[in-house]
């Protein structure tokens, strides 16, 4: 199995995000959210690595493969962020990284990327499942878009105890719902600046974005898309949110 996330450019399997510390000169404890730099994609990388490893443990009910764990490498994960920053700093590529940080910590990252639509069905009437496009052109006069990374403090497993989500919201002086309702903001202000008319994002049914991206104004729509992952099908679905 292949489990391939090149950050900005294909889907994500894994929303949420685990926690991480690196101080930054001149920031606030309050989270902020800014643009991510090429000093950010190691971090990120590492954050997401790891997260990746505990969403797919929950996900199966069990501990992962080796060969599947070999295949989560931050520095495999790294070098493909810091190609999706360096994208990101293209206005024309309509590519976007953010990241939400305090003093003390990196609290979550985004990604932000053009989406294509393959034409509708004339047999089904369905509509294709969206897939992030170098085509940047074409996909921003469909105004289509997909969050390809969504990922924050304590949202690194749906399994994780209260105990230590607590700690961790302490730590990072907010909620953790509220890391992931500013950083989803974020990224949906960024979406409208690109032109979005619609934004996509894939979840797993247990995910905990899936009530922040509800409130948000995100539904699904009846797509999904299948992984196994070490003999195992794991399923996410297709969400939406429409400016129109």
Do not use: C
């Not at 404890?29 to 505990?54: E, G, K, N």
């Not at 069990?62 to 495999?76: K, W």
């Not at 500013?182 to 899936?210: D, I, K, M």
């Not at 729509?221 to 429409?242: M, N, P």
Request: aromatic share 6%; hydrophobic share 40%.
């Amino acid at each position: 199995m292949s489990i391939h996330n090149t950050p900005g450019v294909s889907p994500s399997i894994a929303p949420g995000i685990s926690s991480h510390s690196r101080g930054l000169a001149g920031s606030t404890s309050t989270p902020y959210v800014r643009p991510a730099r090429l000093s950010d994609a190691r971090d990120i990388a590492a954050l997401q690595a790891a997260h990746m490893a505990q969403m797919l443990t929950h996900e199966l009910g069990a501990e992962l493969s080796q060969p599947t764990r070999s295949q989560l490498n931050a520095g495999d994960f790294a070098s493909q962020w810091a190609s999706a920053i360096g994208m990101s700093k293209d206005r024309e590529a309509l590519h976007t990284v953010l990241v939400l940080h305090t003093t003390e910590q990196l609290l979550g990252f985004s990604a932000l990327a053009p989406a294509h639509l393959p034409a509708q069905s004339a047999n089904t009437g369905s509509f294709a499942t969206p897939e992030s496009s170098p085509d940047s052109e074409s996909s921003a006069l469909s105004g289509a878009f997909l969050i390809t990374a969504l990922e924050w403090v304590g949202s690194d497993t749906p399994a994780e105890s209260s105990s230590l989500a607590s700690t961790r919201a302490s730590a990072a002086s907010s909620s953790p719902i509220n890391n992931g309702s500013t950083l989803l903001a974020a990224t949906l202000s960024a979406a409208q600046r690109s032109g979005a008319r619609t934004v996509y994002l894939w979840l797993f049914p247990s995910s905990p974005a899936v009530p922040i991206v509800s409130q948000a104004g995100f539904s699904p729509v009846g797509e999904q898309q299948i992984f196994e992952v070490d003999g195992v099908r794991l399923v996410q679905h297709l969400w939406a949110h429409s400016y129109e």
